[in-house]
């Protein structure tokens, strides 16, 4: 019974407090809380990035980090931009351990011949289906820069966390987010 009220007292507690604590006890239930609060959006961003193949991998890594670094913590960031910017570093370590890089291609490059079909269907699930589809392979036609920008802004970040994250200055932040909206909103018109 005492460790499920450790626990409720424990989730009803900020993240950055959850941090502080972990810091100071290594005690593992506040490490679950914390990842049950952030796994789910670290793993589709992680996804959103690299597809499924390494995720797990990656996903462990970025715990094992956060334990072996907590201590690195600025309060000045919110935890899940700590967490993100844990998790850009962990995947860039494993496509260069993997030899995945897709960010060296240029956008002209990529564009090519990614988005081929624009009829309207009958049918409006096919239809949403098509979208997705053409939302999909617009968004895999940005360079890596533009499309982590782009689905960090997507995931609620401001453009000071994001460029926290991807340590580059904020004007740079805003204009790959401005291209990608662009190269997207171009794709799903039909307009590449």
Not at 35 to 51: A, K, P, Q, T, V
Not at 54 to 76: C, H
Request: aromatic fraction near 8%; glycine fraction near 4%.
């Amino acid at each position: 019974m005492s460790f499920w009220l450790t626990k409720l007292r424990l989730k009803n507690k900020d993240s950055q407090s959850l941090l502080s604590l972990y810091s100071q006890s290594k005690h593992p239930l506040i490490l679950e809380i914390i990842s049950e609060r952030y796994s789910h959006d670290l793993y589709h961003y992680i996804c959103s990035l690299n597809g499924i193949e390494g995720s797990e991998d990656i996903m462990q890594n970025i715990w094992l980090s956060l334990i072996n670094s907590q201590s690195k913590y600025v309060a000045t960031a919110s935890v899940k931009t700590f967490l993100f910017g844990i998790a850009r570093k962990r995947l860039i370590d494993w496509q260069r351990k993997h030899h995945f890089f897709n960010s060296v291609q240029t956008d002209s490059e990529l564009q090519i011949n990614a988005i081929e079909s624009n009829e309207l269907p009958l049918d409006e699930s096919i239809y949403q289906d098509q979208i997705k589809t053409k939302f999909d392979q617009a968004l895999m036609t940005l360079s890596c820069d533009k499309r982590e920008a782009f689905i960090l802004k997507q995931e609620g970040f401001s453009l000071d966390d994001i460029s926290d994250i991807m340590q580059s200055n904020g004007e740079t932040i805003k204009s790959r987010i401005k291209s990608a909206k662009t190269i997207i909103s171009d794709a799903l018109r039909g307009d590449v």
